[in-house]
């Protein structure tokens, strides 16, 4: 009985952290909730795990996306949780949600309302160091496993192409150290940044795939006016080289 208890407890305080972001959109419709994952060096928990509220969250866009709605008198409220697909799915279905640091593709393009570039990234595929594994393009990389974080660009950059990937949610680099699979779908530098703070870096870089610019992804009601009034202010920080300067903080 007592554990009954505690699993019931734990069910409605988990229920209640779930709902308390959608009240608060509802009950302020100019307030926007951001959501973002542990992508570093981009956004990350300052402790590691994977939930995080403003305040415990670090990295170059999610400084670059607090300073934006502070500098636009935009309210926010700012979230970092898992799992990543999730996210994307909360961003696009409900009103007074947004998600960071989202690439635009064509199949995205039509979901959201968009916010950038605020960054970007180069798609790789990652080795082991010690790994013999030659690869000169994606066809020559299809004979081997590649793994790859559930909804993240590197993963829906090979499905596209009519690529398999083992979909991981946590411990991707370990995974990949370990033997589970032979290369890492990601994108740099995060994904050497990863490695590096999971103590399994370096990495090799197999094969560059492509270069993508990261964008913040606003639900489809947001107004058109919040909108063009956050680009304008993004527009602006840049001109001002801020965020080229949060970008330094973490990468050099």
């Keep these: 009985m007592p554990t009954t208890k505690k699993y019931l407890r734990c069910a409605f305080l988990g229920a ?3 709902l308390l972001p959608i009240a608060s959109a509802s009950a302020d419709g100019e307030t926007i909730n951001l959501l973002t994952q542990n992508f570093p060096p981009f956004s990350m928990a300052d402790d590691g795990k994977n939930f995080a509220k403003e305040g415990a969250i670090s990295g170059i866009d999610a400084e670059v996306v607090a300073a934006l709605f502070k500098r ?13 697909s ?5 961003a696009e279905k409900t ?9 635009r593709t064509p199949e995205r393009e039509p979901k959201y309302k968009w916010v950038g570039p605020l960054s970007e990234i180069q798609i790789v595929l990652l080795k082991a160091p010690e790994s013999q594994i030659q690869v000169s393009s994606l066809d020559a990389a299809k004979q ?28 991707t680099p370990a995974k990949l150290k370990a033997g589970q699979f032979d290369l890492w779908a990601t994108t ?3 994904g050497e940044y990863e490695a590096k703070q999971a103590g399994v870096g370096p990495l090799a870089v197999a094969l560059t795939l492509s270069r993508v610019d990261l964008y ?3 639900n489809k009601e947001t107004p058109d006016a ?21 970008a330094q903080r973490y990468v050099n």
């Design 16 to 18: 209640l952290i779930t």
């Design 216 to 218: 913040l992804a606003l």
């Design 226 to 246: 919040v909108v063009e009034k956050l680009q304008r202010t993004l527009d602006q920080m840049k001109q001002e080289g801020l965020l080229q300067q949060a």
């Design 72 to 84: 636009a008198g935009v309210p926010y409220a700012m979230t970092l949780r898992s799992p990543w």
């Design 95 to 103: 009103p007074g949600f947004a998600v960071f640091s989202l690439s």
């Design 188 to 190: 740099n530098p995060s």
């Design 86 to 90: 999730r996210l994307q799915q909360l």
């Design 144 to 171: 081997y496993r590649i793994g790859s974080k559930d909804g993240s660009v590197g993963s829906q950059y090979l499905i596209n192409r009519g690529i398999e990937v083992q979909s991981s949610l946590i411990d």
